[in-house]
């Protein structure tokens, strides 16, 4: 199992930027897809970008894309999520998991932290 631990996050004005950081431990890492997701109140949650970890092959929601970018730091065995341009829209609890590749659902998740974009 790997356990995730996120930081980062907090209070921003629109068009500023934030990073998010990820960092695993438990397991190796080169077989898992890594993700960031996000959950506004009163919405469904949604996975803005992922990275395999092996190959560092990426996925962005369309909503973030060109906005933010997802990055493996080997050294530290963590995912960084680099948010730019960031708008009220981007508030929400963002949330890493991770899943073995080529599986359907991610199984290891962190606790979350809040990102509000004040307009």
């Known amino acids: 199992q790997v356990q995730l631990a996120e930081s980062g996050g907090g209070l921003v004005q629109a068009g500023g930027s934030l990073r998010l950081s990820c960092a695993a431990s438990g397991r190796a890492l080169t077989m898992y897809v890594m993700g960031w997701f996000r959950q506004a109140p009163g919405k469904e949650r949604e996975l803005v970008a992922a990275?395999?970890?092996?190959?560092?092959?990426?996925y962005y929601a369309d909503s973030v894309k060109g906005r933010f970018a997802i990055s493996r730091d080997t050294a530290r065995n963590a995912v960084n999520l680099h948010m730019n341009n960031l708008a009220p829209e981007d508030t929400a609890v963002y949330s890493c998991a991770s899943k073995i590749r080529g599986s359907q659902e991610y199984t290891s998740w962190g606790q979350g932290t809040q990102v509000t974009v004040r307009g």
């Open positions: 990275v395999t970890w092996g190959e560092g092959r990426t």
